[in-house]
Nanobody
Framework: QVQLVESGGGLVQAGGSLRLSCVASGSIFIINDMGWYRQAPGKQRELVARITGGGAITYVDSVKGRFTISRDNAKNTVNLQMNSLKPEDTAVYYC????????????WGQGTQVTVSS
């Protein structure tokens, strides 16, 4: 099995920064895509940023130029640096990893709350 542990959420004023981290552990053979999703109250979960095993990166338009995703393959870690935060970034952020343990599967973290005050 694969476990994901997230850290770094919290409360910040508009214009501030936060850094989210997610560590994958367990019986991991290989990790492909790593990413971050978010879900605001009353809204569907959406992809925020994704980085493939080859390093290709995708961002949702609303965070381009403000957020940066990175990964450390040696540590099975994915990070999300969030700058110039806006109140509309308020959501629960979830780490997502596509990994091979006994088969390819998608794994989710427990979620970390990010609240941006105006």
């Amino acid at each position: 099995q694969v476990q994901l542990v997230e850290s770094g959420g919290g409360l910040v004023q508009a214009g501030g920064s936060l850094r989210l981290s997610c560590v994958a552990s367990g019986s991991i053979f290989i990790i492909n895509d790593m990413g971050w999703y978010r879900q605001a109250p009353g809204k569907q979960r959406e992809l925020v940023a994704r980085i493939t095993g080859g390093g290709a990166i995708t961002y949702v338009d609303s965070v381009k130029g403000r957020f940066t995703i990175s990964r450390d393959n040696a540590k099975n870690t994915v990070n999300l640096q969030m700058n110039s935060l806006k109140p509309e970034d308020t959501a629960v952020y979830y780490c997502n990893v596509r990994a091979y343990a006994t088969a390819w599967d998608n794994y989710w973290g427990q979620g970390t709350q990010v609240t941006v005050s105006s």
